[in-house]
């Protein structure tokens, strides 16, 4: 040490410009070494908001199409379980009192008359609820292309028991003059028996997805 102090005190000007050296390096040191920081921070900051932007963006973005869908899919189940019967005990009611008359007066052009009437009128509401149900699915289609594995199983579910549910309303409206002819109420009952498993099935599927759409919302 005594040896250091000799030489600092035998050349003290080389000895204050080397320490002045060593000071303006470590001061640049501190300084970029702080503007680097200081820009990291700043790029940490502004990466943060713009995932926060993103993420409001797309749960902002979600619940819309969610809503939409929900409301959709409500008003589909009210107006197939409320509206459609509504729309078609009118048609029913003319078709018994018609053919009736027909029948009674031995009028067969009318008796046909009056079926193929009615078979209009089913393949018309029928038709009308086909194309709710692709409508739905269009829908449910486009909400796929960015819905988890999970949500897209319980979308495929909701599906087919809406398929089925038309398929199977479908079928029994087309046999439907031939049970009345034959008085078949066994069968109408397992067709009606039939249609509420799969309402009931849809309505279940249908709770569960709004379910799935809860929790994945609270994800982002």
Not at 81 to 92: C, E, G, I, L, S
Not at 93 to 122: H, P
Not at 135 to 144: G, T
Request: no cysteine; charged share 30%; proline share 1%.
């Amino acid at each position: 040490m005594e040896t250091i102090y000799n030489v600092i005190q035998e050349n003290p000007d080389y000895f204050a410009w080397v320490f002045g050296i060593v000071n303006v390096l470590w001061g640049l040191f501190v300084y970029f070494n702080k503007q680097s920081h200081d820009k990291a921070l700043a790029t940490l900051k502004h990466e943060l908001t713009l995932d926060a932007d993103r993420r409001k963006k797309v749960f902002e973005l979600k619940v819309t199409q969610y809503e939409a869908y929900v409301e959709n899919l409500d008003r589909f189940g009210k107006k197939h379980k409320v509206d459609m019967p509504a729309r078609m005990q009118p048609v029913f009611d003319r078709y018994f009192n018609d053919y009736l008359a027909a029948t009674q007066s031995g009028d067969k052009d009318k008796e046909r008359e009056v079926i193929t009437w009615f078979s209009s009128q089913i393949s018309s509401l029928m038709q009308e609820g086909l194309s709710d149900v692709l409508k739905l699915q269009s829908e449910s289609n486009r909400l796929k292309l960015t819905a988890t594995d999970e949500m897209i199983e319980i979308f495929t579910k909701l599906e087919e028991l809406t398929k089925s549910s038309m398929d199977k309303a479908n079928e029994f409206m087309g046999n439907f003059t031939e049970i009345v002819f034959a008085q078949n109420n066994e069968l109408s009952e397992q067709y009606q028996a039939e249609l509420k498993v799969l309402g009931d099935q849809t309505q279940h599927t249908a709770q569960k997805l709004m379910q799935q759409m809860r929790a994945e919302l609270n994800e982002i």
